[in-house]
């Protein structure tokens, strides 16, 4: 798959800009295993990304999909810049981030954001919520110090807290609220890109629903482009408009949303969908099921060919083995990799 | 009518705290048949771990006021003596918890801790026993269990970890398995194997399970009964097709809008409940419910609702009026799919 027909094929219905936001090409991190304390020997490393090209546009969402250890929040640290890239590039808006070191990403740390999976981790617990989410204005001496109490009550505000309760620590407010002053740290320099790691497994439904419309609404509000990385492919399917799956490190399959639920190429991503159980006895009946045998093999050697061929109940062989399979285009947008791809309808029903 | 396997009846377990006295559980009944697999769904708080915790009797009694029957075969486990618990906990009763990575010890080898859950209860050697072990680590679909016994918890995968834990927990034939969110910590596709290995030994072993879950979609594709908890109280209890298909309660409502859905196109909006779940030192007046319900009338405020049986076994606690809760649920609620 070329560039040029990623941007003639991939842009998101409705969304002007053909120039991606960020992109990265041949990315490859890997992470040295060493022994020894004193002599450090490397005696292998874990293949964590290996090969990842992926754009995400102005305006649209991303979705990361893919089970444990897949790497796909080692991409999208790769994409922020939070690791350096083993080999590839990164682009940012069109300019070459590779290379850059503290002092040059320092100007684009405000544009890029991360909300984190875990609201009881990522927040000083000895902080108040006010310092917290005014802490980016301190960082970046973005606004004087008289105007940032105002700015931050604005901004919890914004994302439905109570802005009286600034001088409140983290324990005091519930998981759900915890996330809202996640999410109110991230906007507070206005980025442009934000970085949804799991943003609401570790809430329960109905608070999940609150924060999904949450991202959404101010999604609209401020033009914002999220990666949004989750392992509930039905949240994910709820948020993107483009969904990568990921299997070891690459990408096996990436398309349109609706297009990958309805119209799955890979046996991986039919595996995975058909997995997830539907809230609906009626229709869960009838649901075809691709069984996975196994778990997901390590990353430190992973399978040759195909890597997804030792679980896969439609390899052949010897091609599955020995060929690597090239990301093809399937329909509008949606790109394969895989010598035998499923055919169209193959797991749900409609 | 065979004796129920289980039976609780009003059970209540209170915790009293400096802060004021925590009502984890505050009346809940419900039945178990052979064979049945029952769901409790709720969010956190809302009781359902505390309620089969009692159940096992793993609520010190020292820390928290129990009150109400809980009877197994007839027999009421609040009141038993310690030797009958400890010889119906882990052989007629076993449960598996969330997650695997704690509930084994990381010390001992994994073949050592079924055997020690084995003699326990039953007098037979501890080669019969290992013997034993690996067979169940056979059933469950560990491969090459011969030499997996020998392994410490660290060289197992998650997935494997709970079907470990699922093997210990089957190893005594037990009639009831309780299963505290068995896959939550899981990657979907290994849910799904774990889920239909449930499946598959509840129909071998003839065993009831309680399966506890946030997941209505686990619920919807592997259990008969539902019930689902908010507050301390069952909101709802039905078979499966009442719950989904006919819902009288409105958190119930409100659970099925909130969850994003894989079968549907992609919808607009979801629906979200308002608010928060409610303290449990202090549950709102009336129905607990009443802050967050769009249909709440005056009389939710002050009077507590009981769960009224409208057909057979389904049962909702809500005082809207049956004609109305259809009608709202059949406008608003159910999808049009």
Request: glycine fraction near 8%; hydrophobic fraction near 40%; proline fraction near 7%.
């Amino acid at each position: 798959m070329s560039a040029t027909e990623v941007a003639t094929e991939l842009i998101p219905s409705g969304i002007g800009e053909r120039e991606p936001l960020v992109k990265l090409v041949g990315a490859k991190k890997h992470f040295p295993i060493t022994r020894g304390i004193i002599f450090q020997k490397k005696i292998g490393q874990v293949h964590a990304v290996d090969g990842v090209d992926l754009e995400v546009y102005p305006g649209e969402t991303l979705g990361l999909v893919g089970e444990t250890g897949c790497g796909k929040s080692t991409t999208a640290r790769l994409m922020t810049k939070l690791y350096d890239l083993t080999e590839g590039q990164v682009f940012f808006d069109g300019v070459d981030i590779t290379k850059f070191n503290r002092n040059q990403m320092r100007p684009l740390r405000r544009e890029i954001q991360m909300i984190f999976q875990d609201p009881y981790a990522s927040l000083n617990p000895r902080k108040t919520v006010g310092t917290i989410i005014g802490v980016p204005f301190r960082v970046h001496g973005t606004l004087s110090k008289s105007k940032i109490k105002s700015e931050v009550q604005e901004l919890m505000e914004l994302v439905g807290l109570n802005p009286e309760h600034y001088n409140r620590y983290p324990h005091e407010f519930s998981g759900g609220q915890r996330q809202r002053i996640g999410v109110a740290r991230s906007l507070a320099l206005r980025p442009r890109l934000i970085v949804c790691d799991e943003p609401v497994s570790a809430l329960d439904v109905s608070i999940q629903a609150q924060i999904l419309n949450l991202l959404e609404d101010l999604q609209e509000e401020f033009h914002l482009t999220y990666v949004f990385i989750a392992h509930d492919l039905s949240v994910v399917k709820h948020m993107s408009d483009r969904v990568a799956v990921m299997y070891l490190g690459k990408i096996a399959e990436i398309a349109p949303g609706d297009t990958l639920y309805e119209n799955p190429k890979h046996p991986y991503t039919g595996a995975l969908l058909s997995a997830v159980p539907i809230p609906d006895p009626n229709l869960a009946a009838q649901k075809k099921r691709i069984v996975l045998e196994g778990d997901v093999p390590s990353p430190i050697d992973p399978p040759s060919g195909c890597r997804f061929h030792p679980r896969c109940p439609r390899a052949q062989f010897p091609t599955c083995r020995e060929v690597e399979p090239e990301l093809t285009r399937h329909h509008r947008g949606q790109f394969a990799a895989c010598h035998f791809p499923l055919e169209d309808r193959a797991v749900i029903e409609s | 009518m065979p004796e129920p396997l289980l039976q609780v009846k009003d059970l209540k377990v209170h915790f009293p705290t400096d802060d004021g006295l925590v009502k984890a559980v505050d009346g809940v009944s419900f039945t178990i048949e052979q064979g049945e697999t029952l769901g409790v769904v709720g969010e956190s708080g809302s009781g359902k771990s505390v309620t089969f915790l009692t159940v096992l009797g793993l609520i010190s009694k020292k820390e928290a006021r129990i009150q109400g029957e809980v009877l197994f075969r007839g027999e009421d486990l609040l009141r038993a003596p310690d030797d009958v618990l400890k010889s119906i906990r882990g052989k007629s009763i076993s449960m598996i918890f969330q997650d695997p990575m704690t509930s084994l010890h990381p010390f001992y080898k994994v073949g050592v801790q079924i055997v020690e859950a084995i003699r326990a209860h039953l007098d037979i050697s501890k080669g019969e026993a290992m013997a034993q072990a690996v067979e169940m680590l056979r059933r469950v679909g560990i491969s090459r269990p011969e030499e997996r016994v020998r392994q410490y918890p660290h060289e197992f995968s998650g997935g494997m970890r709970q079907r470990a834990m699922i093997a210990m927990a089957l190893s005594l034939n037990p009639d009831l398995l309780i299963a505290d969110e068995p896959t939550t910590a899981l990657d979907v596709t290994v849910q799904a194997q774990i889920l239909d290995l449930i499946d598959r030994l509840k129909e071998e072993f003839s065993a009831s399970v309680v399966m506890i879950t946030h997941d209505l979609g686990v619920v919807a594709e592997h259990c008969d009964d539902i019930m689902v908890m908010y507050a301390g109280k069952p909101a709802e209890y039905g078979t499966r097709q009442e719950v989904y298909y006919d819902s009288h309660h409105p958190y119930t409502w409100g659970l099925l809008q909130s969850i994003t859905r894989i079968d549907l196109p992609r919808t607009e909006r979801l629906r979200p409940i308002k608010g928060l779940p409610p303290s449990l030192i202090f549950v709102p007046s009336g129905c607990p419910f009443h802050p967050r319900c769009p249909y709440v009338m005056d009389v939710c405020k002050v009077e507590v609702p009981q769960l009224v049986t409208s057909n057979g076994r389904h049962a909702s606690a809500c005082h809207l009026s049956l004609s109305e809760k259809e009608r709202i649920f059949h406008n608003d609620v159910a999808v049009q799919a």
